[in-house]
């Protein structure tokens, strides 16, 4: 079974540009061509950096009780607990990724993501950031992990780091035992990939050249409202908001739907009535 990126690999340049393909959605999926869905390019925010994004390091949830969405995350997805300080814990969703679920407030969100970029020279990455206008803030952990906080065009926090970090973390297995029940038996599943972000922005083709051209992302398909970009191997996001070449863009007041609203993930092993029917075990419609 392929995840989106794989299938979009297998595509190749069949999807880019086409008004309706076989992922197409968004706004514009049957009103491409619209002035309010002009495709064309807008120039570069800033000239590319070269860099790759090797690997996800971390994804950052806000949530007030995070050992019972812990517990959830353990028993539906398969995730398993690295550590757990009190007040925040470190999950593996899987080899290739981790979740940081932090103690907090009302209703859970995703704070930040932190990715891995190549290659990586501390010195020329503080450079390069700084000559792109970015203002990096150092957050380095003594042990090896070397990173900089950056904020997106709406301010959306963005961890750049090295491959010292979770990503390194994750080549031993995680063992550590969770201070909460389970909600409902395990299902048993993997989690196998992360198929997509959903990323709201204010302006899209903003967004989307500034990660493809700061982290080498790589666009597949502009619809007019939304562009999907291959996060190197690490799966797929689906930058979405407003097109600044829609005559109306600006004229009415921004929707405050910046940040991810939600993140796919494919399982294994796959058996469609077989989840279903465990999903409704679990009391999840």
Known sequence: RLSRRRLL???????????ISALAQGRCMTTFGAPSCV???????FAPTRWKTVALDHVTFNMADYRKEAAFYIALMGWTLRSDDGTQAVLDMGPWGSALFKKGAGKTTVESFSFVVDPWDVKKVESELKSRGLSPVADHDGKGLESFWVKDPDGWPLQICNGNGLAKARRTPARATLAAKAPFASTNWKTVWVDHFSFG??????????????????????EG???????????????????????????????????????????????????KAALESGGLK
Do not use: C
């Open 9 to 19: 690999q297998t595509l190749g340049a069949a999807v880019v540009g086409a008004p």
């Open 39 to 45: 495709t064309t390019d807008i120039p570069p925010v």
């Open 201 to 222: 922005v204010t302006n899209y083709k903003k967004s989307a050249s500034f990660y493809t051209n700061l982290l080498g992302w790589a666009p597949t398909y502009d």
């Open 225 to 275: 409202s939304q562009n999907e970009l291959m996060m190197g191997d690490v799966g797929d996001i689906i930058v979405r908001g407003g097109n600044p070449l829609d005559p109306e863009f600006g004229k009415a007041p921004a929707r405050r739907n910046n940040g991810i609203d939600h993140i796919s993930f494919g399982i294994a092993p796959w058996d469609t009535r077989g989840v």
